[in-house]
């Protein structure tokens, strides 16, 4: 392997490729785009263009792409050579800056929810220079946002580029109000990726999971998780040759890809890069997903980045670390030493604690997906109920603010902002509270709840939009206030007091938190549709249009296209369940069945008693016959499903076909432990999670 710093980012159009290749002047315009978010001036875009396939012809690429996020969650390219020709039969390599800037894809086929019968086909993509372009399988892929003609948008980072920008915008003015002249405040997130590697020759057998992602059948296998030896364990020998070509593969595209190590669950594994911007660590996360399931094929493995693939095992997640931090590096979520530090920073932890009371809903939502539905609420992933933890230390601070009871013993005054400093705050002690779906962590949030499929620009839109929102409000109020300090900690008091309901540092997974939230008034949505239909709630139209980040349309397009997903998730799960059954698991039940039967007509023709395989026949029969009613239950459910209103009908899946689905599979999971091996039509829990 060549040197690392060599390799890093070597696939990348960067800052040190930008300042090498581009003209100083060019250069510096481009920067200041880059930095502040200025306009870009398009008589610099053609110098850009003609350096940058300068650079990529050099790297062996033939082709470029405008490498785009649509609402599908996935990324979108249309790949186009740079070949021009000249006339002569001959040709050249070009590259204009109109083709960099603005690309023209057919938006006809990714999902409107609705906008497009306002608009016409077709959409343009507009490179964000924030981004840096990259090489991928010799294509010069440009980050851009995805817009239709009339400038609806289509994507999923362009309203994320909006958040950041009203984030900064408001952080700024509190910032001011301390004294601080930042210039530009950056949503930095770093996103922990969970995973599944199975064996390639194993997927190839199981329809469900090619079809859908996760197995619809399965027992539980002879051994889970139970003896927590996978965590942190030992990396197979083939997993690890993975991980260091994934390292490799990542660290080339300059994805800064820090931790691999194994998972809770076995055959379960995860991936940390070090945290960037919010724009550039969805990107690169984005990026990320595609390269591992590439790479996994190379060493005859199929990535799995479904959320829940396995029942009865842990399911995957996608941990969201986020926090604000100037552009001199000063992190706003860290605690500081000193009382003044320790003020602006406790003002910040209350505008998060209330962007999250305000928009439990709104974060739920961006975490709703019919394969996180498994995830949310069962027992290794936070519940669907949203509540902050913030560990005891803090704890026991903001309960000094609200009650204004003396603080640690009799040793210091009341909390007083602003003068008393806080007690030391543990950065990320390993004991903290696991089951919490948002938890401090030292000098940063996480967000436990986005599922390992999903692209966590909807998460990072969400959590900035809120605490945008709650920044420009305390701004408005204390930058009217007479008296600073006083202001200050009369809102930090009045507003933790107002919020301290969504302050959990209990067990998540307690069998009674859902009955003390719902005393506490906090939302318990328990499935995607019962999120969903709360994105246009009033509230959450006001959030988005105030801070001109979605408009109605584009919510409402949001939450249809949400709605439909589902409901064609759980369609194609039941269709594959049924096909699964009637073609294979029954087949296997009736032709084991008939085959030991035989064996005891023989064996009862010489006389031999046979009683214990006659019992064994008598009960797959038994179980068969059930099944097959189930079965038929199924299908009359999928039959039966309403259309036309898209709400209805995703509540219909969730309420109907998914429990008949997993009706039939608890029988069909019982008849695969009494059916030989020889006849089972698939690859079992223990072949796919426990090969060498
Ligand atoms: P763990 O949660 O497994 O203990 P770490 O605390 O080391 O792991 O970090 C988890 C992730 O949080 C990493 O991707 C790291 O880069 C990211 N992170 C650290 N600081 C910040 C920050 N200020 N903003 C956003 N993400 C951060
Ligand atoms: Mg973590």
């Known amino acids: 392997m060549t040197q690392v710093p060599e390799l890093f980012g070597s696939m990348v159009f960067n800052d040190a490729v930008m300042q090498e290749r581009l003209p100083k002047n060019v250069y510096r315009s481009l920067r200041r785009t880059i930095t502040e978010g200025t306009a870009l001036d398009p ?26 996020q649509p609402m599908t969650g996935v990324t979108a390219e249309k790949h186009d050579a740079f070949l021009s020709p000249c006339g002569d039969g001959t040709v050249i390599m070009e590259f204009s800056g109109k083709e960099l800037i603005k690309g023209e894809p057919d938006a006809s086929s990714f999902p409107s929810g609705g906008l497009r019968a306002t608009f016409e086909a077709r959409g343009y993509t507009t490179w964000d220079p924030t981004s840096y372009a ?13 817009c239709s ?72 296998s002879p051994k889970g ?56 660590a969805s990107d690169q996360n984005q990026l990320a997903m595609e390269v591992m399931k590439k790479v996994a094929d190379k060493h005859g493995f199929v990535c799995l980045l479904h959320e829940k693939p396995f029942e009865g095992v842990n399911g995957s997640g996608k941990h969201n670390n986020w926090s604000l931090s100037t552009e001199t590096g000063e992190n706003l979520l860290d605690p500081g030493k000193t009382p003044m530090e320790n003020a602006q920073f406790l003002l910040f932890l209350t505008a998060v604690i209330r962007a999250v009371d305000d928009y439990q809903d709104l974060l739920r939502i961006s975490v709703a997906s019919a394969g996180n539905d498994h995830r949310l609420g069962a027992n290794e992933a936070p519940p669907a109920i949203v509540s902050v933890y913030i560990g005891d230390e803090l704890a026991e601070v903001v309960d000094t603010i609200i009650s204004g009871a003396p603080h640690d ?43 390992s499929s999903f692209n966590i620009a909807c998460t990072n839109i969400m959590l900035n939009a809120a605490v945008a929102e709650v920044l420009r409000d305390y701004a408005d109020e204390l930058e009217a206030a007479k008296n600073f300090d006083a202001a200050l900690s009369a809102l930090i008091r009045r507003e933790l007091t107002a919020h301290e ?18 005393r506490r008034g906090l939302m318990n949505l328990r499935n995607t549709p019962e999120a969903l239909v709360h994105f246009d ?18 919510v409402h397009s949001r939450q249809e296209i949400g709605l439909e997903e589902y409901a064609k998730t759980i369609a194609i799960e039941a269709k594959t369940s049924l096909d699964l059954l009637k073609k294979q698991i029954i087949p296997a039940c009736i032709a084991y069945s008939g085959d030991v039967a035989q064996g005891v007509a023989v064996k009862q023709s010489i006389g031999v008693p046979a009683e214990s395989e006659t019992a064994l026949v008598r009960a797959i029969t038994d179980k068969t016959a059930a099944l097959m009613e189930r079965t038929a239950a199924l299908e009359a459910a999928v039959n039966a499903a309403p259309e036309g209103d898209m709400a209805g009908t995703a509540r219909y899946c969730a309420e109907t076909v998914l429990p008949a689905m997993e009706d039939a599979r608890a029988l069909a999971d019982e008849l695969e432990l009494l059916v030989g091996q020889d006849h089972w039509p698939f690859p079992t829990y223990r072949d796919l999670l426990f090969y060498v």
């Open 225 to 280: 998780q139970e003896m927590e030896d996978h965590y942190f364990g030992s990396i197979r020998p083939r997993v690890k040759a993975f991980m260091a070509d994934l390292d490799e593969a990542l660290w080339k595209l300059g994805i800064c890809a820090k931790t691999e190590h194994n998972e809770v669950a076995p055959s379960q594994h995860e991936m940390a890069p070090l945290f960037a911007t919010a724009n550039l």
């Open 134 to 146: 990259f090489i991928k399988d010799n294509t010069l892929c440009i980050p851009t946002a995805f």
């Open 409 to 451: 013993g009799e040793k210091r005054r009341a909390m007083d902002i602003g003068v008393t400093a806080l007690p030391p705050i543990p950065l990320d002690n390993s004991d903290r509270n696991r089951t919490s779906p948002f938890a401090f962590t030292g000098n940063k949030f996480e967000f436990r709840m986005p599922g």
């Open 149 to 220: 003609y009339r400038g609806e948008i289509l994507d999923k980072k362009t309203p994320l580029l909006r958040s950041m920008d009203v984030v900064s915008r408001e952080a700024i003015r509190v910032l001011r109000l301390f004294g601080k002249e930042a210039r530009r405040v950056t949503a930095t997130v770093g996103p922990e990726q969970e995973y599944f590697l199975i064996n390639k020759s194993d997927y190839a057998k199981r329809p469900d999971l090619i079809l859908t992602g996760r197995t619809l059948f399965g027992a539980p």
């Open 537 to 554: 709630d009033e509230k959450n139209l006001r959030l988005f249009t105030s801070l001109g980040i979605y408009t109605p349309e584009e």
């Open 43 to 68: 008589t610099v875009a053609d110098v850009v263009a003609s350096a940058m396939k300068d650079w990529a012809v050099s790297k062996g690429a033939t082709h470029f792409t405008h490498w785009f």
């Open 501 to 518: 309901r969504i302050l959990f540092n209990g067990n998540g997974y307690g069998a009674d938190w859902p009955e003390e939230a719902a």
